[in-house]
């Protein structure tokens, strides 16, 4: 089926059909193209009625009487050979000419055209076999309107900021403990870094995680945990015990 493209304009739009092709043969190339405009200009025209009164008449209207329906034409593409030419043509009929043709009968405007034959595809989607071969009309497949499984929803995992690997230096073992800093900003993330840095017994600090909800930080040490725990007590880093990972986790309190 001929699909009709409908124009912006709706007062004035013109009904529209593309994709009329001919191949017409005459003494000359050149002749040929006439030939085949005035072919392409009714094959449109008839095309464009069946649409228009599907399974009514068609009124019979001159080779003339078409071409001064005819707003323009577009050459979508083209062939020439010695006496030959093969062309593929979309054209564009005005809206009251083609009217009046039809005389009393009514018949859509562009736009209603066009969105009928839009629903038309749609509906013979949607449609399933009947069981016997054939398509039923009224049957229409609710495949869309079952409902999705339903599924445990996914753990969110917050994408790790890590250390680049030529930094990561001694990685989590029984010397270290992982530090988690809540609701902080650059600068307080900036700062907590430096004060635990610079508690005895720390040896390393590196970022291993960071996103909107905290930031993770890995404490490497030396000697004894009580003791480091009690150093950076004293530096004014309060650590709570969050959970009895490995490494341990803390949090580091306000």
Do not use: C
């Amino acid at each position: 089926m001929v699909i009709l493209l409908a124009l912006p304009a709706r007062a004035a739009e013109p009904y529209v059909v593309p994709g009329v092709s001919v191949d017409v043969t005459a003494d000359s190339a050149s002749a040929a193209k006439d030939q085949a405009i005035v072919d392409a200009q009714r094959k449109a025209f008839m095309n464009l009625a069946t649409q228009l009164v599907p399974g009514g008449p068609i009124p019979n209207v001159s080779d003339k009487a078409i071409g001064d329906m005819v707003s323009d034409f577009h050459v979508e593409q083209e062939k020439f050979n010695t006496n030959e030419y093969t062309g593929t043509f979309t054209f564009r009929f005005r809206q009251n000419p083609v009217r009046a043709a039809f005389g009393a009968a009514a018949i859509p405007t562009p736009h209603e055209l066009a969105q009928r034959n839009v629903q038309q595809p749609l509906a013979a989607a949607q449609a399933v076999p009947d069981g016997k071969g054939d398509i039923g009309g009224s049957v229409i497949s609710n495949v869309a309107a079952q409902p999705l499984p339903v599924t445990a929803a996914e753990p969110v995992v917050t994408p790790a900021t890590l250390t680049p690997p030529g930094k990561m230096g001694v990685l989590a073992d029984a010397k270290s403990i992982l530090v988690e800093i809540s609701a902080y900003s650059p600068r307080e993330l900036d700062m907590a870094q430096n004060q635990i840095a610079r508690a005895p017994g720390v040896t390393k600090t590196e970022l291993r995680s960071v996103s909107a909800a905290n930031a993770v930080m890995l404490v490497s040490y030396q000697g004894e945990l009580p003791q480091v725990l009690q150093s950076l007590t004293a530096h004014g880093v309060k650590l709570q015990s969050k959970a009895p990972t490995v490494p341990p986790l803390y949090t580091l309190l306000p």
